[in-house]
């Protein structure tokens, strides 16, 4: 079975801080996501990446960075951490196939800024 | 962007009784899922389903990729089932993009 870890289920955060939100996957694939999911806005994408050290802008990538170094680990980056970032962030993999992409997701880390 | 649209936003239902969820898109896509996402935030996927019809158990989902839409249905609904139902589409520029979902309450 594919599995996708993210490392904190949940943190509390201040104001300004710098925030890792890291994420690793054990199948080799080669696309992964990070997505934030907020109370009648669904998932919305944050950013993207298709290969190592590639990486592209989502839909809402403001405020946010991205790191991809090894193919395995997609960490997720708030350089300076404010409150309207409070969500829930979600990140996923995927293997490239010709007919489409399947998604596989983590458990979710619950990010609070005070 | 490409647009997805789930209908109901809501559901309520009584244990047994079945259900049918809907999932618009605005353009063609490669790849549709349906996610179920448990009262714990977990997301599971229920079906890879670019086209056609497939079955598992009480779940079924069909996809017609002409019309651009996608239904996914359940039979005999359990309390376990309540949750949130997703659906997904994978556009043409490797982005994939969730509609709002249909929040799934079963009542015992």
């Known amino acids: 079975d594919v599995k996708v870890t993210q490392s904190s289920r949940y943190l509390v955060k201040r104001t300004g801080e710098k925030v890792f939100l890291e994420c690793v996957q054990d199948m080799d694939h080669e696309n992964m996501f990070w997505y934030r999911q907020d109370p009648g806005l669904g998932l919305r994408l944050i950013y993207f990446?298709?290969?190592?050290?590639?990486?592209e802008k989502g839909d809402i990538p403001e405020g946010y960075s991205v790191s991809r170094e090894k193919k395995e680990r997609f960490s997720l980056i708030l350089e300076s951490a404010s409150t309207n970032q409070t969500s829930m962030y979600l990140c996923?993999?995927?293997?490239?196939?010709?007919?489409?992409?399947?998604?596989?997701f983590g458990e979710g880390s619950w990010l609070t800024v005070v | 962007g490409i647009q997805v649209e789930q209908s109901p936003p809501d559901l309520i239902l009584q244990e047994g009784a079945n259900s049918t969820l809907r999932c618009n898109f605005s353009d063609s896509v490669n790849n549709l899922q349906w996610f179920h996402q448990n009262p714990w935030g977990q997301l599971i996927n229920l079906f890879y389903?670019?086209?056609g019809t497939k079955q598992n158990g009480r779940l079924s989902a069909t996809t017609v990729a002409t019309e651009r839409y996608s239904l996914l249905y359940i039979s005999s609904s359990q309390t376990t089932d309540s949750g949130v139902y997703f659906c997904?589409?994978?556009?043409?520029?490797?982005?994939?993009?969730f509609g709002k979902g249909t929040r799934l309450h079963i009542l015992p």
């Open positions: 389903i670019p086209s």
């Open positions: 990446s298709y290969d190592v050290k590639m990486k």
């Open positions: 996923a993999s995927s293997r490239y196939e010709p007919s489409g992409n399947t998604i596989y």
């Open positions: 997904a589409v994978d556009g043409r520029d490797d982005k994939i993009i």
